[in-house]
């Protein structure tokens, strides 16, 4: 079962801001299980702390702002995608001022500091969403679009398009995350020429210049013009009719713009709160239609607060009907369990096949088979019992048995035909022989039932 990750140790980083131009701090601190990205504001009196998630962003103008009564820090995309891409799941980020420093315009300085600070595993599960089925969101007006379909693993391509000669379609794809400080964290931040003017009356981009920027040129204009946005940018005047890449470090891939693209990607999907299985299409990106995308996202995983089993039915189980039998008393037509198909420290994921021969369809209802309620509550609490009996030496010398059941919950019918999945979660430590545990049963992506129960496991005679 893969865990949860956070830092070794702290590391900070400084530079200007992009878009303040202030000079500034960041610091990345080590934060206990399940605590995700939260960053505080230092350089204010009360030290407020906003959580990094989508539902928080509030401006997605040339970069990812994010702001909580008040309260804003910008500029957090490249600092957010290392953390994600390095599989860090939990961490404390302070910083001195509204935003993130560009450093050099891509996540490079934080990759290759959170691999000199080292990660640690902590003890809690790693909490992925898997995705199941095809989730697309689209912009008509920009062409812009993001699809996520089903896979094993996170993997991104990217497809960038502008009116432009200079990158009129790019093409970027990262199938593995561990090659992301290779193949794509020192890819840097882009700039059209003709968009530098606009972004300076708009009190952006202060802090912008060509050792964090790629500029492009890709419009003549007349010297005039192009000799005082060169003074602007702080640069030689240069040949107004020579179009191409304005910048003191050349290209370090091709299409570093497209891979550049696919960074800011991952830096706003790391706000969907949760790692995701899943590849990721996306089309003509930008910042507004990342952060629709996450929301979206964040919206689908609230409505599986508890993890869906993911059942392959060509893998072997874990336990199969003949060794439930050696651990569990029951027999027909009383066990409803026909295999473990996964066992961690504190869960197990356990199937029930609801065949039309099941004896009690024969009463409950002959002209409309429902498996009763009490029954899915039965199978479930037999599931519990297998993880139960898992934490003790020689299991098959010992028995579980209901104490109480609490929080019945049950959601829709289950019919012939169906197949349950049963999630069972330890709810604390085994203490003194009692166990308390939390069940949840599934057909398909539906909860069909839940309930909390308290168990004892007592050595047979």
């Not at 906003?50 to 990812?64: C, F, L, P, S």
């Not at 699809?147 to 432009?164: A, E, G, Q, Y």
């Not at 593995?176 to 009356?201: N, Y």
Request: glycine content about 6%; overall charge negative; charged content about 25%.
């Amino acid at each position: 079962m893969t865990k949860q990750n956070t830092l070794k140790e702290s590391f900070s980083l400084s530079g200007k801001g992009l878009h303040t131009g202030l000079q500034l701090t960041v610091t990345f601190c080590p934060a206990p299980e399940n605590y995700g990205y939260k960053i505080q504001r230092t350089d204010l009196p009360e030290k407020p702390l906003i959580e990094a998630i989508a539902d928080n962003v509030k401006e997605t103008t040339r970069g990812t702002v994010l702001e909580k009564d008040g309260v804003k820090v910008s500029t957090i995309e490249h600092g957010m995608a290392a953390l994600y891409a390095l599989g860090i799941d939990n961490c404390h980020i302070e910083v001195d001022g509204p935003e993130f420093p560009i450093l050099e315009g891509s996540a490079k300085k934080y990759a290759e500091a959170i691999e000199r600070v080292g990660i640690v595993e902590q003890d809690a599960p790693k909490d992925y969403y898997v995705i199941r089925s095809k989730l697309e969101i689209t912009d008509e007006k920009t062409g812009s679009r993001i699809t996520v379909l089903p896979d094993d693993n996170f993997s991104l391509n990217v497809l960038i398009s502008f009116d432009s000669v200079i990158i009129p379609n790019q093409y970027a794809t990262l199938e593995d995350m561990s090659r992301f400080k290779e193949e794509i964290a020192a890819s840097r931040t882009f700039v059209f020429v003709r968009e530098i003017e606009p972004l300076l009356s708009a009190g952006l981009i202060k802090g912008g210049d060509l050792d964090n920027a790629i500029v492009i040129y890709e419009r003549e204009m007349s010297q005039e013009n192009f000799n005082k946005l060169a003074d602007v940018m702080g640069v030689p005047h240069m040949d107004a009719k020579k179009l191409g890449y304005i910048n003191h470090i050349p290209l370090v891939w091709p299409n570093e713009c497209a891979r550049h693209k696919l960074l800011d990607v991952i830096g706003d999907l790391a706000l969907i709160g949760k790692p995701i299985k899943g590849r990721i299409i996306a089309t003509r990106p930008g910042h507004t239609i990342n952060n629709k995308f996450a929301r979206l996202m964040r919206k689908e995983i609230r409505k599986f607060d508890v993890p869906v089993p993911v059942y392959d039915c060509n893998k072997l189980p874990i336990m199969d009907v003949n060794r439930i039998r050696e651990l569990l008393p029951h027999r027909y037509p009383f066990q409803l369990v026909d295999k473990v198909i996964e066992m961690g420290e504190s869960y197990i994921v356990g199937v029930k096949n609801v065949t039309a021969n099941e004896p009690f369809f024969m009463g409950h209802f002959p002209q409309e088979p429902v498996m009763p309620g009490v029954l899915q509550v039965e199978a479930m609490a037999q599931v519990g019992g297998l993880l139960v009996l898992n934490s003790v030496e020689e299991p098959e010398r010992y028995s579980t048995y209901f104490m109480k059941i609490d929080g019945v919950k049950f959601r829709q019918k289950v019919v012939p035909g169906d197949t349950l999945l049963f999630r069972v979660e330890m709810m604390a430590p085994i203490r003194r022989g009692i166990s308390t545990m939390k069940g949840y049963a599934f057909v398909g992506e539906k909860i069909v039932c839940e309930a909390e129960f308290m168990a004892q496991i007592i050595k047979n005679k």
